[in-house]
């Protein structure tokens, strides 16, 4: 199983990136679809997460800035991040993840943002 995660770059303190996920249509139905991210030398953290039925939730360090959205039709997974910092800087991951039999986790590959300061 391939995800596909695209839309990372540089870019300066305060712009703006757009992260897309695609995913195969078989592993997305009740699955939650989210982004992750590891920076150097720390673990991988939650981004955000879109449940099946559209519940986002987001992490703690994300205050307000990102913004993530799913389309069930395309199979993708979106994140629109404004507001970049230099401490977002990382390898971001696109992950799905089914909780209901047959359970499974798939991984991205991951794509890279640089924020400058």
């Known amino acids: 199983v391939q995800l596909q995660a695209s839309g990372g770059g540089l870019v300066q303190a305060g712009g703006s990136l757009r992260l897309t996920c695609a995913a195969p249509g078989s592993i997305t139905s009740a699955a939650d679809m989210a982004w992750y991210r590891q920076a150097a030398g720390k673990q991988r953290e939650l981004v955000a997460s879109?449940?099946?039925?559209?519940?986002?939730r987001y992490g703690d360090s994300i205050e307000g800035r990102f913004t993530a959205s799913r389309d069930n039709r395309k199979n993708e997974l979106y994140l629109q991040m404004n507001g970049l910092r230099p401490d977002d800087t990382a390898i971001y991951y696109c992950?799905?993840?089914?909780?209901?039999?047959?359970?499974?986790?798939?991984w991205g590959q991951g794509t890279l943002v640089t924020v400058s300061s």
């Open positions: 879109v449940s099946s039925g559209g519940t986002t």
């Open positions: 992950n799905v993840k089914r909780r209901v039999t047959p359970t499974y986790s798939y």
